[in-house]
């Protein structure tokens, strides 16, 4: 059988595959870096005084309540008044109890009235910073002077530089234990190939580098967000103090055990590998192999875990169970992913490759995808819920991405197994015959410079003329790279499998991608549970909502503040009542009041309300109709005198 060598075109688009698959995974990078923040698993689900409250008197301190436990520290709670100073003593409380998480701080006495503001910033339990600011007025609303930072916990450059870390963090994880187990598991001679030991080398830095950046990146990350703060050093040991610190110094470590096993896998097991022939020394070399894959086993889950331990895994729903699964389902996803790469650069810069090498990487990398399937389908389920969070929620929409990316790369696999299939039919024999004729075809091509490139003709130019002798040593260097292509394409069904490898990489880099915004993103179980406790908060009925809005008309004696009751605060029919007062408290007599409730999701409204007045300054109206559960906007339109008219809104939340 003669063989033949790829057409131009389709040399062309193979050439261009690694080059598109790279432009489309950096696109999708860019697009998931620089988004907005991923919501945290935790979220406040309450606070005394309350959002937008007027209280009577100054309280003695503010309480937060969260969802889930968070880390805070002691500046993490800050109350401003009016003119932006500093209201609070800075002294965090620590109120936690049973299930309940409460944080507060405490106010300085004879705090003057006004609006004061509440900013806080935290660290939910699955690493990710969450953030938030609300006000609340005593004795009456008045204008302020603050202004809070225009990024939130976790964003701008900081977040952007953090988040680029986890995706090299992840990636240098899946190769590095890819890597390490298709030489092991598939192809022992890997260990002495230099593009094999290239990959898993950097990808080992890869790793190391981006687990040091994110430890650095940390407290301006949870912070400040200024990148100036990576060298505190206070700040550095109280991130020590913290879960995802001690994952990271954990991964550290485990990552010098690591460089240990990478050191034996390419020093004294390669050269064993090189050197066996007698079946003692074969013994020998599988002894050193099966002590590899267990130790290597061990740092690879060691590593894993550092993972589990301080992300989605370590919160929620049965965390005993979640995180072993969580180590197996990164495990599996390394082996597959990671060994596939392997094989990639196996097939394109090895020529010698044997073909059972491939035949033993299927069987893993079925193996693989049947523990990937079978972990995912638990955190699948764990994450979400319902069916409805699939289709509702940001996570359920990437992990269906995730699915159907899974599903296209088990589709491509198969076509690789098929290769495969083709390969080991093909007698042995096949491998030599076409080196020889690809080592035929290169020598006849070498004639051509023979006489130049000749050990004397060498001794002579080289001295005499360096750039002719630099211009001979890139022409034996492409002459080389020319025999190792002839070698590789001189088999059509080895061409094949390495095509079809390449778009399988291709996918991977996507999945990989995916996979690790979805450890970014608040679960879709967790969604749904915060949708439902804010529903049932306003469903109850005799928790009516209640919100306090000053106005200025800007006219003469223009200055007041409306307080709106709207009983009980849900879906269908409602009360409401108005009542309208001065700046010194007393009822004010407007001579006009209209109300509008506006759903903008879903473009309803709006829809208008005029009050009857019961009394001076008290107005109410029944049945008052909301068809539908969400945001609402309520816009109260006040007129104190034939001119002078203002609008004032507040949104709220109406099961």
Same mark, same amino acid.
């Given at each position: 059988m003669t063989a033949t060598a790829p057409s131009t075109a389709r040399a062309r688009a193979t050439a261009l595959l690694p080059r598109l698959a790279l432009v489309l995974a950096a696109l999708l990078a860019t697009l998931f870096t620089a *988004?907005?923040? +991923? @919501? %945290?698993? =935790?979220?406040? !689900?309450? $606070?005394?005084?309350?959002?937008? *409250?007027?209280? +009577? @008197? %100054?309280? =003695?301190?503010? !309480?937060? $309540?969260?969802?889930?436990?968070? *880390?805070?520290g002691d500046d993490s709670i800050r109350v401003l008044d009016p003119q932006g100073r500093r209201?609070?003593?800075?002294e965090m409380r620590d109120m936690c109890s049973g299930n309940t998480v409460r944080y507060g701080t405490a106010l300085h006495s004879g705090l003057p009235n006004g609006t004061y503001t509440v900013a806080w910033q935290a660290v939910s339990a699955d690493s990710h910073p969450i953030s938030g600011a609300f006000t609340f007025s005593i004795g009456a609303p008045s204008a302020t002077e603050v202004s809070l930072p225009s990024t939130t916990a976790g964003g701008g450059p900081v977040g952007i530089a953090y988040g680029i870390a986890r995706y090299a963090a992840y990636a240098g994880f899946t190769v590095l234990v890819g890597g390490a187990a298709f030489i092991l598991l598939c192809w022992r001679r890997g260990a002495a190939e230099r593009p094999l030991q290239k990959l898993v080398v950097r990808a080992w830095v890869t790793l190391t580098a981006a687990t040091l950046a994110m430890l650095v990146l940390r407290t301006p990350y949870t912070g400040s967000g200024r990148f100036a703060d990576a060298f505190d050093l206070d700040g550095l040991r109280a991130v020590l103090e913290t879960k995802t610190g001690a994952s990271l110094v954990s991964r550290l470590l485990l990552l010098g055990a690591a460089a240990l096993f990478v050191a034996v896998l390419f020093g004294v097991y390669a050269r064993r590998v090189q050197d066996a022939g007698s079946k003692e020394e074969d013994r020998d070399t599988s002894d050193l192999t099966f002590g590899l894959a267990i130790g290597g086993a061990v740092v690879a889950g060691g590593i894993a875990a550092t993972w589990a331990l301080s992300e989605h895994a370590s919160t929620g729903l049965q965390p005993g169970l979640a995180m072993p699964a969580d180590i197996l389902h990164l495990l599996a996803v390394a082996t597959w992913l990671g060994g596939l790469s392997a094989l990639l650069?196996?097939?394109?810069?090895?020529?010698?490759?044997?073909?059972?090498?491939?035949?033993?990487?299927?069987?893993?990398?079925?193996?693989?995808?049947?523990?990937?399937?079978?972990?995912g389908v638990y955190q699948a389920w764990r994450q979400t819920g319902s069916w409805s969070a699939l289709t509702g929620t940001d996570y359920g929409?990437?992990?269906?991405?995730?699915?159907?990316?899974v599903a296209v790369l088990i589709g491509v696999a198969s076509m690789s197994r098929k290769w495969t299939a083709r390969l080991a039919e093909v007698p042995a024999a096949r491998d030599g015959a076409a080196a020889e004729a690809?080592?035929?075809?290169?020598?006849?091509?070498?004639?051509?410079?023979?006489?130049?490139?000749?050990?004397?003709?060498?001794?002579?130019?080289?001295?005499?003329?360096?750039?002719?002798?630099?211009?001979?040593?890139?022409?034996?260097?492409?002459?080389?790279?020319?025999?190792?292509?002839?070698?590789?394409?001189?088999?059509?069904?080895?061409?094949?499998?390495?095509?079809?490898v390449l778009v399988e990489a291709a996918i991977a880099v996507i999945l990989l991608v995916v996979t690790t915004v979805l450890t970014s993103t608040e679960?879709?179980?967790?969604?749904?549970?915060?949708?439902?406790?804010?529903?049932?908060?306003?469903?109850?009925?005799?928790?009516?909502?209640?919100?306090t809005l000053p106005f200025d008309t800007g006219g003469h004696n223009g200055k007041g503040s409306v307080r709106l009751?709207?009983?009980?605060?849900?879906?269908?029919?409602?009360?409401?009542?108005l009542w309208a007062d001065t700046g010194d408290g007393q009822p004010f007599g407007l001579p006009e009041v209209k109300i509008a409730f506006t759903l903008p999701a879903k473009d309803i409204g709006p829809l208008p309300v005029v009050p009857d007045q019961a009394a001076p300054g008290h107005w109410t109206a029944s049945g008052v109709q909301l068809p539908l559960a969400g945001e609402w906007r309520i816009d109260v339109t006040v007129r104190t005198s034939d001119i002078d008219q203002t609008t004032v809104q507040k949104t709220v939340k109406i099961g």
């Amino acid at each position: 059988m003669t063989a033949t060598a790829p057409s131009t075109a389709r040399a062309r688009a193979t050439a261009l595959l690694p080059r598109l698959a790279l432009v489309l995974a950096a696109l999708l990078a860019t697009l998931f870096t620089a *988004a907005s923040p +991923a @919501t %945290a698993h =935790a979220a406040l !689900t309450a $606070s005394d005084p309350a959002d937008g *409250a007027v209280v +009577a @008197t %100054a309280p =003695a301190q503010v !309480t937060l $309540s969260f969802s889930e436990q968070v *880390a805070m520290g002691d500046d993490s709670i800050r109350v401003l008044d009016p003119q932006g100073r500093r209201a609070d003593t800075g002294e965090m409380r620590d109120m936690c109890s049973g299930n309940t998480v409460r944080y507060g701080t405490a106010l300085h006495s004879g705090l003057p009235n006004g609006t004061y503001t509440v900013a806080w910033q935290a660290v939910s339990a699955d690493s990710h910073p969450i953030s938030g600011a609300f006000t609340f007025s005593i004795g009456a609303p008045s204008a302020t002077e603050v202004s809070l930072p225009s990024t939130t916990a976790g964003g701008g450059p900081v977040g952007i530089a953090y988040g680029i870390a986890r995706y090299a963090a992840y990636a240098g994880f899946t190769v590095l234990v890819g890597g390490a187990a298709f030489i092991l598991l598939c192809w022992r001679r890997g260990a002495a190939e230099r593009p094999l030991q290239k990959l898993v080398v950097r990808a080992w830095v890869t790793l190391t580098a981006a687990t040091l950046a994110m430890l650095v990146l940390r407290t301006p990350y949870t912070g400040s967000g200024r990148f100036a703060d990576a060298f505190d050093l206070d700040g550095l040991r109280a991130v020590l103090e913290t879960k995802t610190g001690a994952s990271l110094v954990s991964r550290l470590l485990l990552l010098g055990a690591a460089a240990l096993f990478v050191a034996v896998l390419f020093g004294v097991y390669a050269r064993r590998v090189q050197d066996a022939g007698s079946k003692e020394e074969d013994r020998d070399t599988s002894d050193l192999t099966f002590g590899l894959a267990i130790g290597g086993a061990v740092v690879a889950g060691g590593i894993a875990a550092t993972w589990a331990l301080s992300e989605h895994a370590s919160t929620g729903l049965q965390p005993g169970l979640a995180m072993p699964a969580d180590i197996l389902h990164l495990l599996a996803v390394a082996t597959w992913l990671g060994g596939l790469s392997a094989l990639l650069v196996a097939l394109h810069k090895v020529p010698g490759i044997e073909r059972s090498a491939v035949q033993r990487f299927a069987g893993v990398a079925f193996v693989s995808v049947v523990g990937l399937a079978g972990t995912g389908v638990y955190q699948a389920w764990r994450q979400t819920g319902s069916w409805s969070a699939l289709t509702g929620t940001d996570y359920g929409r990437l992990l269906l991405l995730k699915v159907a990316l899974v599903a296209v790369l088990i589709g491509v696999a198969s076509m690789s197994r098929k290769w495969t299939a083709r390969l080991a039919e093909v007698p042995a024999a096949r491998d030599g015959a076409a080196a020889e004729a690809a080592g035929a075809a290169a020598g006849a091509g070498a004639d051509d410079v023979s006489r130049e490139t000749s050990p004397a003709a060498a001794t002579v130019t080289v001295p005499a003329d360096p750039e002719r002798a630099a211009q001979l040593a890139r022409q034996r260097a492409a002459l080389e790279s020319a025999r190792e292509k002839r070698v590789r394409d001189a088999d059509p069904d080895r061409a094949g499998l390495r095509r079809s490898v390449l778009v399988e990489a291709a996918i991977a880099v996507i999945l990989l991608v995916v996979t690790t915004v979805l450890t970014s993103t608040e679960p879709g179980r967790t969604v749904e549970q915060e949708a439902a406790r804010g529903s049932s908060a306003t469903a109850v009925p005799d928790r009516a909502v209640k919100i306090t809005l000053p106005f200025d008309t800007g006219g003469h004696n223009g200055k007041g503040s409306v307080r709106l009751e709207l009983d009980p605060g849900r879906v269908g029919a409602n009360t409401l009542h108005l009542w309208a007062d001065t700046g010194d408290g007393q009822p004010f007599g407007l001579p006009e009041v209209k109300i509008a409730f506006t759903l903008p999701a879903k473009d309803i409204g709006p829809l208008p309300v005029v009050p009857d007045q019961a009394a001076p300054g008290h107005w109410t109206a029944s049945g008052v109709q909301l068809p539908l559960a969400g945001e609402w906007r309520i816009d109260v339109t006040v007129r104190t005198s034939d001119i002078d008219q203002t609008t004032v809104q507040k949104t709220v939340k109406i099961g």
